[in-house]
């Protein structure tokens, strides 16, 4: 079992910065190739994969509409997942998940909903333009 806890949300203006953090607790950190969803308020919207890193930290994942201001990183001693977003817009606005992958391979970066077994309570993001 792993269990995830988002921080680092919050109400900003369009341009600013916000820094998301996910900690982890429960079996080793490493084993796990991590991810950051979102989804928006809007009735019947899905959950979305934002960025995904994988277990070396070497390979990484991001929606196209989030490549160049979002950024995603780990820090294996803290048992802890980032994401970095700059240059927020009124369509980054969302809940905000952390989500965990066991993968085989140390390279590996999950990119579909279903292949993740443990996920976070979210965190809201919320960008005001």
């Known amino acids: 079992q792993v269990q995830l806890v988002e921080s680092g949300g919050g109400l900003v203006q369009a341009g600013d910065s916000l820094r998301l953090a996910c900690a982890a607790s429960?079996?080793?950190?490493?084993?796990?190739?991590m991810s950051w969803f979102r989804q928006a308020p809007a009735p019947g919207t899905e959950r979305t994969l934002v960025?995904?890193?994988?277990?070396?930290?070497?390979?990484?994942y991001y929606l196209e509409s989030v490549w160049g201001r979002f950024t995603i990183s780990r820090n294996d001693a803290k048992n802890t997942v980032y994401l970095h977003m700059n240059n927020l817009i009124p369509e980054d606005t969302a809940v905000y998940y952390c989500?965990?992958?066991?993968?085989?391979?140390?390279?590996?970066?999950?990119?579909?909903?279903?292949?993740?077994?443990?996920w976070g309570q979210g965190t809201q993001v919320t960008v005001s333009s």
């Open positions: 989500a965990a992958n066991q993968p085989l391979g140390i390279d590996y970066v999950p990119q579909q909903r279903y292949e993740h077994d443990y």
């Open positions: 960025a995904s890193i994988s277990r070396s930290g070497g390979k990484t």
């Open positions: 429960g079996r080793a950190f490493s084993n796990y190739a």
